[in-house]
Every structure is written in structure tokens, then in C-alpha cells.
């Protein structure tokens, strides 16, 4: 079974239109981290956002927001007005302290953004 | 700048010939990892190390190798019992064990 899982594989929006990448994770541990990343067409991935387990406050960074919910074992990515360079793979990972807090990768979200 | 590179961009692997990919950082961190990307897998992880001198296996390690004899540097080698080599291959780091966000290189993108 897969510890992250990002349902949607591809997202097509026009500009301008809000969207949310789902990311649903799977843990026995208490502690834990959550982890946004970008891949632009480019390749390097970027790190975006960590969250820990004890932390459920939503965060605002800019067009960027994310909300944790422990009850749903779920941390959402959503982008306000989206625009071209938000075109990208967009990947969520989860690091457990029962695995020494190496991370693992959900199999990303392709969101392609026309203008 | 600090930062990981990663070379070549581009390799190209003959039939039953093994192949190293580089690897260098210079942020001074002590975990390196290395994961291979296919087409709607997502990052698969080969090898990481947490420190000079020690490295684990990861998910996918058969047909790999690596070396940490180095902080900097830490090689990847396709091996020939590697089946299925074609994929891109992404190098990271971190600033050791625990859970710090991964700095990755560009990528090395294998084909055969």
C-alpha cells in the first residue's frame, strides 16, 4: 500500500482558476513530517513547504496555501489565481520517524496551467 | 552558489555496460540520496547515505551501487544486472539524519 498518495495524476486549469492538489498519507507514527515539492519542466525539484504532526495551523505563502488534517490523514496544496509558471509536477512526501525520517514520495501531480 | 550538481545530463548505456553517475554537493551536508523518476512512479528511492563511510539500500537497489568515500561526492553506479536502466535520476541531500527538506541536483537522465 502506498504511504502517499496523490490521487490526481494530471490538472488542467486555465489561468486565473484556483486549484487544490489532494495528497492523502498513511502512518502508525505520532511524529511524523509532511513535505511539498516543485519539478519544474526543468527537473530539479524544489522544496516548498514542511509540516509536522503536531501542527495543524494552516499556512499562507503568498498565491500558496496548504491545509493539514490529521482527522483526514490529508495535506492540501492549493493555488489561488493560478498562472503559467505554476505549470509543473508537484509532489507530496511523508517522513516517519520509525523510518529514520527518510523521505517518501507520492507519484506526483501534473498541473498544467493554460494561459 | 551552493548547491548539488550532478553529471553528465544526459548518458547513454550500452547493452551489459555499467555506467557511474556523479554526484557532488557543497553545502556541507551530511545525507545524500539518490532516486530514480519513472513516468507516473514518482521517486523511488535507490541508496542513501547518512553519513562518510556508511550507506543504506532504498526500495530499488538491485542493479545499483554507491559509494560515500567522500562528504561531497556520492556516486551512483548502473550496473549491468540493472534491466531496466532507462530513467531520470535525481541526487539529493540534506542536512543529515531527521527530517530536513532535501536539496536535489538537476538530474541525470539515463537512457538506453
Known amino acids: 500500500a502506498q504511504k502517499v498518495t496523490q490521487a490526481q495524476t494530471e490538472i488542467s486549469v486555465v489561468e486565473k482558476e484556483d486549484v487544490t492538489l489532494d495528497c492523502v498519507y498513511e502512518?502508525?507514527?505520532?511524529?511524523?513530517?509532511l513535505f511539498w515539492y516543485k519539478q519544474p519542466p526543468s527537473g530539479e525539484l524544489v522544496f516548498l513547504i514542511r509540516?509536522?504532526?503536531?501542527?495543524?495551523q494552516n499556512e499562507i505563502s503568498g498565491r500558496y496555501s496548504w491545509n493539514f488534517q490529521k482527522s483526514t490523514s490529508s495535506f492540501n496544496f492549493t493555488i489561488t489565481a493560478s498562472q503559467v509558471v505554476d505549470s509543473a509536477v508537484y509532489f507530496c512526501?511523508?517522513?516517519?520517524?520509525?523510518?529514520?525520517?527518510?523521505?517518501?514520495f507520492g507519484r506526483g501531480t501534473s498541473l498544467i496551467v493554460h494561459p | 552558489d551552493g548547491g548539488i550538481t550532478q553529471s553528465p545530463k544526459y548518458l547513454f548505456r550500452k547493452e551489459g555496460q555499467n555506467v557511474t553517475l556523479s554526484c557532488e554537493q557543497n553545502l556541507n551536508h551530511d545525507a545524500m540520496y539518490w532516486y530514480r523518476q519513472d513516468p507516473g512512479q514518482g521517486l523511488r528511492l535507490i541508496y542513501y547515505?547518512?553519513?562518510?563511510?556508511?550507506?543504506q539500500k532504498g526500495d530499488i537497489a538491485e542493479g545499483y551501487s554507491v559509494s560515500r568515500e567522500k562528504k561531497e561526492s556520492f556516486p551512483l553506479t548502473v550496473t549491468s544486472a540493472q534491466k531496466n536502466p532507462t530513467a531520470f535520476y535525481l541526487c539529493a541531500s540534506s542536512m543529515g539524519p531527521g527530517p530536513y527538506p532535501l536539496d536535489f541536483g538537476p538530474g541525470t537522465r539515463l537512457l538506453v
Open positions: 509540516r509536522n504532526s503536531f501542527d495543524e
Open positions: 502512518t502508525r507514527d505520532t511524529t511524523y513530517y
Open positions: 547515505s547518512q553519513i562518510v563511510n556508511d550507506f
Open positions: 512526501a511523508l517522513s516517519e520517524e520509525r523510518g529514520s525520517y527518510i523521505p517518501t
